[in-house]
């Protein structure tokens, strides 16, 4: 690096050799090194505006055939690059470009400088694409960093920067087309990079961030927590080499950032979005206005802000999302790349805070900008269908509102025909089909055209069969699919569309976790079309690891679970299904809902105490059963009558009619697992009958309610005087 002494030195040294005098050009490009190396340093660009100034006057001394013309190209487009990096003047990177390739031209196969010229012209390729999203540049840079990576073998001093700057290039690619072999080179790549540049080399803290780049953005693919995990560690590392007063300390704070905010969308610990909201603070402070990267800290820190707005419901967190989203469309004006997603974010901000305060002047902001985001993402844009869908959902949020005088004709029509261009498998169809159904829902019950009902049948099946047991929407696509056919059964009186609609919100109920919005959701709806199943004259309403590691924790699991499970009965009914369950069956059943896979997932990150307090706490809170407390009557339901078979499809008369209420009152209290004294003990099995009498008083006890059934009572003004209260 140049001190102050060194530059004054060279520059002494050029007094000594005036305009004419041999040796000039020589010591003007020494003059133009040393106030560029003090730029590198200090930042200020008046240094950086000499040295260019100096390298134009030695390519004037340095004409075509000059033995060291292609130092003097080459360096003048280094320092324009620079000068790009920090101003955005695209006449400095054209210029650069130009020079580069100048440059390029003389060092011919053989020459020692032909890998620095490919490798330095590739990096401004690269700029160029991401300033112009020009395929050509980055397919030209990428065939040029492979050339320079063949020309710098192992052992080669600079052989970590054109692994580096490959696998930036094919990370830019991947993001472009979405080839995930592009994304797997990046990351080996990246992985070569960082084991040449050692703990004190000066490029450690650059690989550290960039693989761990490529590792969020596989996690967005895969969804692997490993990656996830080992992108937050390296961004970590790289956060400790960039300290206070470097000048790529915000890009590190950045990344973590949304590191952390993909960990808290996956895993829901808030101390992972409060730290993401900080850091965000931490790099829009060192990002003042003017610097590039600005807008994106803008934008950022206000999605971690609405982010927590939805868990915390905090107006003032809304508020200041939405001024920042403001702040950032203003540095994203028309012909920015950035400028739809800013759009969509703004909208969704504007959207959330009429759900909470109920102004319409918001809801309808939201819907021109959802409009114009869908602009500037026309057909064949790779984010059409998603714009189509997020303009769907405002419009009709207030036609379900009757606040705006939208109708459905236009988000219907923007389905159909964003549908017709998708390919099979394009990961927006499913969402598209699935707010295609929710648009013809709306619009049935608006104006009862069975065709629409029918045809959203159609296609919640397809929606449906696109979502994989393990997505996260897929229990929202179960739920439509069941209003769909419950909506037929009451118009069509099809017992095979209720059957079907009442399966499908049970195996939403297995994905969802109960406190969540959609399990409640889901739950009124499956207890609504089990009433009508049972009383028809109900009618519809409508709601508002590494496998080693699986299998050790999935013994643990199951051990835990056998041992609280010997302190309650034997068998269990469970209320979504009707079904009576053995200890067996109820360990399966906790082995497939969603607490299950949640517990597994937080076990990653427990030490051993407190891996089995967390698996005792759930096993506990997911076994919590109800108990019945009834005299009995006639016909009452026993153990053979009812096992195999789901008590919901069975006669509702006398005692089987009385258990089915009980368990719709259990499950309604949001209980999964119910215990009747008529069924749930084999009585013919003298054995297990003492066992039962001896341990009865126990789970009794340990139940987590107890619903009693006074049958000979026809009002709470009698209670008193029932036969209940004198049994034996």
């Known amino acids: 690096m140049a001190s102050m002494d060194d530059v004054s030195h060279v520059r002494a040294h050029l007094g000594s050799c005036p305009p004419g005098s041999n040796g000039r050009d020589v010591a003007l490009f020494n003059l133009a090194v040393a106030l560029h190396n003090r730029f590198m340093k200090e930042g200020k660009f008046g240094d950086l505006n000499e040295a260019i100034t100096l390298l134009r006057d030695v390519l004037k001394l340095r004409p075509s055939g000059h033995h060291y013309r292609s130092s003097s190209l080459h360096g003048l487009a280094l320092c324009l690059s620079n000068r790009y990096d920090g101003q955005g003047a695209v006449a400095d990177l054209e210029e650069a470009v130009s020079l580069g390739r100048a440059a390029l031209e003389l060092h011919l196969p053989g020459h020692p400088d032909r890998a620095i010229s490919l490798y330095s012209l590739a990096y401004y390729l690269r700029t160029r694409f991401q300033k112009h999203p020009r395929m050509y540049d980055l397919e030209e840079a990428i065939k040029l960093h492979r050339a320079a990576l063949e020309l710098r073998p192992h052992g080669h001093r600079d052989r970590s920067s054109s692994l580096h700057g490959l696998s930036l290039c094919l990370s830019d690619r991947y993001d472009s087309q979405g080839a995930v072999a592009d994304l797997e080179e990046a990351v080996s790549l990246g992985r070569a990079a960082l084991e040449l540049c050692l703990p004190g080399h000066p490029d450690r803290a650059v690989s550290l961030y960039s693989l761990a780049y490529y590792l969020r953005t596989r996690f967005q693919k895969h969804a692997r927590m490993y990656d996830l995990e080992e992108a937050i560690k390296l961004q970590h590392a790289a956060l400790e080499l960039r300290p206070s007063g470097h000048r790529d300390r915000s890009l590190s704070l950045h990344e973590l950032a949304l590191c952390l905010s993909n960990r808290y969308d996956s895993q829901g610990a808030v101390a992972d979005l409060e730290e993401a909201v900080s850091l965000g603070r931490a790099a829009l402070e060192l990002r003042l206005p003017g610097h590039p990267g600005r807008a994106v800290s803008l934008y950022s820190l206000a999605y971690y802000l609405r982010t927590r707005f939805q868990k915390h419901a905090r107006v003032f967190d809304l508020e200041e999302a939405i001024g920042l989203h403001r702040a950032a469309l ?399």
């Open 330 to 728: 203003e540095l994203r004006p028309s012909g920015h790349r950035g400028r739809s997603s800013s759009l969509h974010e703004l909208a969704l901000c504007l959207s959330n805070r009429y759900d909470s305060q109920g102004a319409v002047a918001n809801l309808e902001e939201a819907v021109i900008l959802r409009h114009a985001a869908l602009e500037l993402c026309p057909p064949g844009h790779p984010h059409h269908g998603l714009s189509v869908n997020r303009l769907a959902v405002d419009i009709r949020k207030g036609f379900q509102k009757r606040t705006l005088t939208h109708d459905l004709e236009n988000p219907i029509g923007l389905h159909r025909a964003t549908l017709e261009l998708l390919p099979s498998g394009h990961r927006d169809r499913s969402s598209l089909l699935r707010s295609l159904v929710l648009c013809l829902l709306d619009r049935y019950d608006n104006q009862g055209v069975v065709g629409d009902l029918e045809e959203a049948i159609t296609l919640g099946r397809a929606a449906l069969a696109l979502y994989p047991p393990s997505h996260p929407s897929r229990a929202l696509s179960l739920h439509d699919l069941a209003q769909c056919l419950a909506k037929h059964f009451h118009h069509r009186h099809i017992t095979a569309d209720l059957n079907e609609a009442i399966a499908l919100e049970q195996e939403a109920l297995q994905l969802l976790t109960p406190g969540d919005p959609s399990y409640d959701v889901s739950r009124r709806c499956f207890m609504t079309y089990l009433q009508m199943k049972i009383n028809p004259q109900v009618a519809i309403t409508s709601p508002s690891a590494p496998g080693v590691m699986h299998f050790d924790i999935n013994q643990v699991i199951r051990g835990l679970a056998l041992e609280t499970l010997k302190m309650m009965p034997t068998r269990l009914l469970h209320t979504l299904t009707g079904v009576l369950c053995n200890r067996d069956a109820q360990i399966s059943h906790f082995m497939g809902s969603q607490q299950y896979r949640q517990v597994l997932s937080s076990c990653r990150t427990c030490t051993s105490d407190q891996r089995t307090k967390l698996i005792r706490t759930s096993i506990s809170g997911y076994f919590q059963f109800v108990t019945f407390s009834h005299r009995w009557g006639v016909d009452e339901p026993l153990l053979r009558d009812v096992e195999g078979h789901s008590i919901y499809g069975m006669s509702t008369v006398g005692g089987f009619g009385k258990l089915q209420a009980f368990c719709l009152r259990v499950c309604e209290q949001n209980y999964l697992w119910a215990w009747s004294d008529t069924c749930c003990i084999d009585k013919d099995s003298s054995a297990e009958l003492q066992e039962a009498i001896g341990s009865m008083f126990s789970w009794y006890r340990r139940s987590a309610l107890t619903i009693v059934h006074l049958s000979d009572i026809p009002n709470t003004g009698s209670l008193g005087t029932s036969e209940w209260f004198g049994r034996g």
